[in-house]
């Protein structure tokens, strides 16, 4: 039997211009980083605090162009000046201080040349604070960077091979996270400020060796679930070798917990930097870090508050906008986290 | 249950004996001599203050005697504070520490719940910005950072509370806020979440179209269902609470055990760095455990491993 043969003319595609536009796909494919990006940029809260600490960071950077003096640069006959800013008379900033009821031109009465003037004033050396407050910030940042760094560095491998391997070897790896993990963070680092010279390298050292251990549980806990995973499966089968796909496909889907988790772990830095130097074992003088210079201007809090001042801002404005920050992005790589 | 908890107290010593190990040989690992005038002393009589505190013995009997001592309690004498026992000295300087840490955890506490509540009810309202915002600054501005202010603005400036001095309660009120402020924050932040997720669960829903008041609903089904996780975060408000009062107790020169410890790590102190050492492991562990045995009792949704029949 033959089938009869339809001319291609009578049929007809109906409705054809509004299928059309009802399958175009109106706005531009987006990948996850362009979305978390997006979800970044909506929170204002965290825009604004990824702007405070990008300027921080690029005020640090360039420390040695914007600071107007050196750091350690000693004028012995212009000591505790009070602020001043320029000729501008704002009450705090005029160069004036309580003397016995009074208030009194500092300037004037240790002779300064004209025209000299300390934004923040000087400390008990003759320093100008305002250039020591920038040196200090750089310095406590290295410090966090640093220790994040090699917190990463532990923290990313012992988690992915504790998850990874499973079995014994996790059993082990996590007995040694359970002791390391169950003494308190701050006797394991006085005890290695103490054994360690007081320097950059014993603080970075001392702060990473206890802050590794969050990052490996929760690398560890992700590999768990990634390791099940369908492309995890046909890497293998495919015969990649485990490093490759710890680090071909592991380490980025796991970006996200290491990002967020890395914005907590530098405000932990930054506050035990300064922790270490407010009691004295953390930065050595004559270097400048937030803690040293906090620790400097509570000593002459009475009569001196405006040495205080500065540091405890520019302290609380880092940690305030890194824990923001950090919950931004929490909610941008996690949206379901917040309500 | 109590198999679980005696295997905890195993953990527990097992944690302290490697810890006490490590710090021990860690402490003779560093350089320097614990007395100050060894260059005065004549080899007789360095022989005799050797053989005093056992210095003279090799490292392994000490460390057999140390640990020995450690069963016993003994946790060695100091030698900076007039030769006295390490126990000793940390028994007159545990009672400031435990009022001020006490005071700090139960005030910020009960308003880190009430603060939490508040803003959970007025979600996305004024309210609950502004608690957002104060349990955000007491999670970051640093325990000493605050102290500082505290004693600059109420003690220094308007004389409502001493500069620095321990003798009745109004002494202990600043450092008591200064290490209330991180408790408050995180169990402020904490409780939002927990009240939220409770908020908008089916009970609530119930209880209130069986015709409660809100506040009936709030107080008799919400709280008390988001209090429970709290207990989570007692452990590591310890151990922050415990951090800032080393250098609160410090600032405002309270005779503290956080205080002993700063200043025997600036006098290289070293059996008391030790003994504290020990001794604030020791405290932080058990409240981790006693967390733990808490949670267990008092969520019975958590029923170690054998399906609920222990």
Redesign the interface.
């Known amino acids: 039997m033959e089938i009869p043969q339809i001319p291609k003319d009578k049929f007809k595609l109906l409705n054809n211009k509004g299928n059309k536009e009802q399958e175009k796909i109106g706005t531009p494919a987006l990948t996850y980083m362009q979305d978390v990006r997006r979800r970044l940029f909506k929170n204002k809260v965290a825009v604004v605090c990824l702007t405070l600490l990008s300027i921080i960071v690029l005020i640090s950077v360039f420390a040695p162009v914007i600071a107007p003096y050196g750091p350690n640069v000693q004028h012995a006959t212009l000591s505790n000046l009070p602020p001043k800013l320029g000729n501008l008379n704002i009450p705090g900033f005029n160069g004036y201080q309580n003397m016995g009821g009074k208030m009194v031109d500092a300037y004037q009465q240790v002779h300064a040349p004209k025209g000299t003037y300390y934004i923040l004033g000087t400390d008990y050396l003759g320093r100008d604070l305002l250039s020591r407050i920038i040196y200090g910030t750089r310095l406590s940042l290295i410090v966090a960077v640093l220790a994040t760094l090699v917190d990463l560095l532990i923290g990313i491998p012992y988690g992915i091979v504790s998850g990874w391997k499973g079995g014994m070897t996790d059993n082990f790896m996590q007995r040694i996270v359970?002791?390391v993990s169950?003494?308190?963070?701050?006797?394991v680092v006085?005890?290695m400020m103490?054994?360690l010279k007081p320097g950059l390298i014993s603080i970075v050292l001392a702060i990473a060796i206890t802050d590794w251990v969050t990052m490996a549980r929760l690398i560890r806990a992700q590999t768990f679930q990634l390791k099940e995973q369908e492309y995890v499966l046909a890497a293998r089968t495919l015969g990649e070798s485990s490093t490759k796909i710890a680090t071909k496909h592991l380490i980025p889907n796991l970006s996200s917990t290491i990002i967020i988790q890395t914005m907590f772990t530098i405000?932990n830095a930054i506050?035990f930097e300064?922790?270490l130097s407010?009691?004295?074992?953390g930065i050595p003088a004559p270097n400048a870090s937030l803690g040293t210079l906090?620790s400097d201007?509570?000593k002459a809090?009475?009569f001196l508050?405006y040495q205080?001042w500065a540091p405890?801002i520019i302290?609380?404005i880092i940690?305030?906008a890194t824990?923001?920050l950090g919950d931004g992005l929490r909610d941008a790589f996690d949206p379901q986290s917040s309500? | 249950m109590a198999k679980y908890i005696l295997k905890r107290i195993l953990y527990l010593f097992l944690t302290l004996f490697i810890i006490a190990t490590i710090t021990f040989f860690l402490m003779k690992m560093l350089p320097g001599t614990p007395f100050s005038n060894q260059n005065r002393l004549s080899p007789d009589q360095l022989a005799i203050v050797k053989a005093q505190y056992g210095l003279d013995q090799p490292v392994f009997i000490q460390y057999i005697r140390y640990i020995g001592g450690l069963f016993q309690g003994n946790l060695g004498t100091s030698f900076q504070f007039n030769n006295e026992p390490v126990t000793q000295l940390i028994g007159q300087r545990l009672a400031p520490s435990m009022q001020i840490g006490a005071q700090a955890m139960i005030l910020g506490t009960i308003l880190g719940i009430l603060l939490g509540a508040i803003a959970a009810i007025r979600k996305n309202s004024w309210v609950d910005t502004l608690a957002t915002f104060i349990s955000i600054l007491g999670i970051s501005i640093p325990s000493f950072v605050l102290a500082v202010l505290l004693q600059f603005y109420l003690a220094y400036k308007w004389h409502i509370y001493p500069v620095a001095l321990w003798d009745n309660f109004q002494s202990s009120v600043l450092p008591t806020i200064a290490l209330a402020a991180l408790p408050l924050g995180n169990v402020a932040r904490f409780m939002r979440t927990e009240m939220v997720d409770v908020l908008s669960s089916d009970y609530i829903e119930l209880a209130k179209s069986k015709g409660n008041s809100e506040w009936q609903v709030v107080v008799k089904h919400a709280l008390r269902n988001s209090l429970i996780p709290i207990v989570t975060i007692i452990g590591p408000m310890a151990v922050s609470t415990m951090t800032g009062s080393m250098v609160v107790e410090n600032i405002f020169s309270i005779p503290g055990i956080g205080e002993q410890f700063v200043k025997s790590i600036t006098t290289n102190d070293y059996p008391t760095i030790m003994g504290l050492t020990i001794f604030y492991s020791f405290l932080l562990i058990l409240v981790f455990l006693i967390v733990d045995i808490l949670y267990v009792l008092i969520d019975p949704r958590i029923r170690l491993g054998n399906g609920g029949n222990d």
């Open positions: 359970e002791i169950s003494v308190p963070n701050l006797i006085i005890l103490i054994i405000p506050f300064a922790f407010f009691i004295g074992i906090l201007g509570q809090f009475r508050p205080m405890a302290l609380s940690m305030i824990n923001l309500d």
